[in-house]
Nanobody, 122 residues
Framework: QVQLVESGGGLVQAGGSLRLSCAAS????????VGWFRQVQGKEREFVAG????????SYADSVKGRFTISRDNAKNTVYLQMNSVKPEDTAVYFCAAGTWSRILRSDGDYWGQGTQVTVSS
């Protein structure tokens, strides 16, 4: 069982930066791929970024490429999402999830956090 807790959300101005953290507890977290997703009320959940385990493989949605960076610190059981040059359309609840790489890329996961709100003002 893996428990995930997101933090770092908040209000930021357009063009600014924010770093989200996904802290994990439980066994074998470092053997899971981890993804960041976001959801706006009334819309479907959207894949943002993912990072594999055991190899330096990442994937990003086109909408965030070049602006967001996902990374993981296995020693701290934490995955980060560095968000730069944020835009109002980045406003959403951001979730992290752990699972197999193929499931993460399908916007799915075995374990989910509770989400953290990110609001970008124009």
């Amino acid at each position: 069982q893996v428990q995930l807790v997101e933090s770092g959300g908040g209000l930021v101005q357009a063009g600014g930066s924010l770093r989200l953290s996904c802290a994990a507890s439980g066994r074998a977290f470092n053997t899971y791929a981890v993804g960041w997703f976001r959801q706006v009320q009334g819309k479907e959940r959207e894949f943002v970024a993912g990072i594999a385990w055991g190899r330096p493989t990442t994937s990003y949605a086109d909408s965030v490429k070049g602006r967001f960076t996902i990374s993981r610190d296995n020693a701290k059981n934490t995955v980060y999402l560095q968000m730069n040059s944020v835009k109002p359309e980045d406003t959403a609840v951001y979730f992290c999830a752990a699972g197999t790489w193929s499931r993460i890329l399908r916007s799915d996961g075995d374990y989910w956090g509770q989400g953290t709100q990110v609001t970008v003002s124009s």
